[in-house]
């Protein structure tokens, strides 16, 4: 059984990992001509600067 806390992460992980999908997958239809290319560029590296510090984080 799962805790308060548990569903959360959870939560958190699954909305990171879709989030980072469909950023990757607009960031590959759109090619490399077009603005929302580039602010999907950006979506898909502050996900990962975000999961890099959270990750750093929950380790100490």
């Given at each position: 059984?799962?805790?308060?806390?548990?569903?959360?992460?959870?939560?958190?992980?699954?909305?990171?990992?879709?989030?980072?999908?469909?950023?990757?997958?607009?960031?590959?239809?759109?090619?490399?001509?077009d603005?929302?290319?580039?602010?999907?560029?950006?979506v898909?590296?502050?996900?990962?600067?975000?999961?890099?510090?959270?990750?750093?984080?929950?380790g100490?």
């Amino acid at each position: 059984m799962l805790n308060a806390e548990q569903v959360i992460v959870r939560a958190a992980g699954r909305l990171f990992h879709w989030s980072l999908v469909r950023a990757f997958s607009v960031a590959r239809i759109t090619g490399e001509e077009d603005d929302l290319h580039i602010c999907a560029g950006y979506v898909i590296l502050g996900l990962l600067a975000f999961s890099l510090i959270s990750g750093y984080k929950k380790g100490e």
